[in-house]
């Protein structure tokens, strides 16, 4: 009698706590829909997040004209040393995230808007050649551009397992989660169902 007493009670303990565990779900836009499943840390998730929209935060960003005087120049180096002592000394980021940042704001940037680079399903970016004439310099240059910028963010996912205690693959496997769901005006592999196509969003 107390073993079917135990039985019955760990019976209805499993039943409330699979009630009760939350339904995982990701927002964003209903024609990319991003497979996440239970493996997938949600607080990773939140700090992929967190990362990939600085990241993606200049690809909203119309190229800015360069400095029509040396004044201007100055001033601006003034601002950025400023913002970096009172803002960035609050929190420093890792060399493995300032490299990562560097090359994609420098380089990465506009080969996306252009079309020669996609975010691909590994977590990493892709030359894909998507412009109809492609300028051979400029693929050449894109290509160079896309194996630094894969290796800064080998680097940087290493990093982030080691400090989320999981592991290389979960790190990847949430990264490109994000970079799919955040992608805007520019090709990313994406599943059909069957296979893995290129899609622009």
Same mark, same amino acid.
């Given at each position: 009698m107390k073993n079917l007493a135990i039985f019955v009670c760990a019976a209805i303990s499993l039943a409330v706590l699979l009630a009760c565990t939350p339904e995982v779900k990701i927002t964003g836009d209903a024609e !990319?829909?991003?497979?996440?499943?239970?493996? /997938?840390?949600?607080?990773? $998730? &939140?700090?992929a997040e967190e990362v990939v929209d600085d990241l993606y935060a200049g690809l909203d960003d119309e190229p800015e004209p360069e400095p029509d005087s040396a004044f201007v120049r100055v001033m601006e180096r003034f601002v950025a040393a400023l913002s970096i002592s009172s803002c960035e000394a609050a929190e420093q980021k890792s060399q493995a995230y300032q490299e990562m940042k560097k *090359? @994609?704001? %420098?380089?990465?940037? #506009? $080969?996306?808007?252009?079309?020669?680079?996609?975010?691909?399903?590994? =977590?990493?970016?892709? $030359?894909? =050649? #998507?412009?109809?004439?492609? %300028?051979?310099?400029?693929?050449?240059?894109? &290509?160079?551009?896309? !194996?630094? *910028?894969?290796?800064?963010?080998?680097? @940087?996912?290493?990093?982030?397992?080691?400090? &989320?205690?999981?592991?290389v693959a979960? /790190? &990847? #496997?949430?990264?490109?989660?994000?970079?799919?769901? !955040?992608?805007? =005006?520019? +090709?990313?592999?994406?599943?059909? =169902?069957?296979? $893995?196509? +290129?899609? !622009? @969003?």
């Open positions: !990319k829909p991003i497979a996440i499943n239970a493996e /997938i840390n949600i607080h990773i $998730y &939140q700090h *090359l @994609f704001a %420098d380089t990465m940037v #506009k $080969y996306m808007r252009t079309g020669y680079v996609g975010e691909n399903k590994d =977590g990493y970016v892709t $030359y894909i =050649g #998507k412009p109809d004439k492609c %300028d051979p310099k400029v693929a050449a240059a894109a &290509q160079e551009a896309v !194996k630094k *910028l894969n290796a800064a963010r080998k680097a @940087f996912y290493e990093e982030e397992a080691k400090s &989320q205690n999981t592991t979960e /790190i &990847q #496997k949430t990264y490109a989660a994000v970079y799919a769901a !955040k992608a805007k =005006g520019i +090709w990313v592999e994406v599943s059909n =169902g069957k296979t $893995y196509e +290129w899609k !622009k @969003f």
